[in-house]
């Protein structure tokens, strides 16, 4: 049973939202990296590892916590579930970081930049989710939007994978359609602790 107490944020609650706001900002520096002149991408990269660092430390920190209380907000199982996917989130946004600095004449098409847009907006809802755990009207208008926002992005990747199609080099698609897959793999990730919520909706009402 899911342990409701307004007046202290429980920790895992803490932790769950620091990692949702490192992810946070893993996706506005995905965006930057967009604006930013290939020559100067490189910068980034050492920005965009560490917060990978952070995630993966507070990651830890929040398994180590669920195992050394005796009452959390939720089942363990469903914070690690989040934790886990918040996780994976990350490394498939820091995949396209990594894949953008790496290839420096690679030119984005606009789908790029809505695709990125449509998880900029769902890591948003989910850095807001995470502090209302236990607030089951605020997770299912969360869990309904995340599900609105996933089938965007996926209109939005077939048609960024569609238009290169006409590429006269076949590696230039290739390294377009790996791109995107990681992106859209970041917004199945977002989906998933959606989805996650939905379940414990269900479970606890």
Not at 92 to 110: E, M, N, Y
Request: charged share 25%; proline share 2%.
């Amino acid at each position: 049973m899911i342990v409701r107490n307004r007046q202290r944020k429980h920790q895992s609650a803490t932790l769950l939202t620091d990692i949702a706001r490192e992810v946070r900002a893993g996706v506005n520096m995905l965006a930057q990296l967009l604006g930013t002149p290939a020559g100067e991408r490189a910068t980034h990269r050492e920005e965009l590892l560490g917060l990978e660092g952070r995630v993966m430390d507070l990651h830890f920190n929040l398994m180590t916590h669920i195992r050394s209380v005796f009452l959390t907000p939720l089942p363990r199982q469903d914070i690690y579930a989040i934790s886990q996917q918040l996780n994976r989130t990350m490394e498939h946004v820091v995949a396209a970081g990594d894949l953008i600095l790496r290839r420096k004449s690679l030119q984005l098409p606009a789908e790029a930049a809505d695709l990125i847009e449509a998880l900029a907006r769902q890591v948003e809802l989910t850095d807001a989710a995470m502090s209302r755990l236990d607030d089951f009207d605020h997770l299912e208008n969360y869990w309904a939007q995340l599900q609105r926002l996933s089938k965007q992005a996926n209109r939005t990747h077939r048609d960024w994978v569609i238009s290169t199609d006409s590429a006269f080099q076949p590696n230039i698609a290739q390294q377009q359609a790996q791109l995107a897959d990681q992106i859209l793999a970041a917004v199945h990730s977002q989906r998933k602790v959606a989805v996650i919520c939905g379940s414990i909706i269900v479970r606890e009402s």
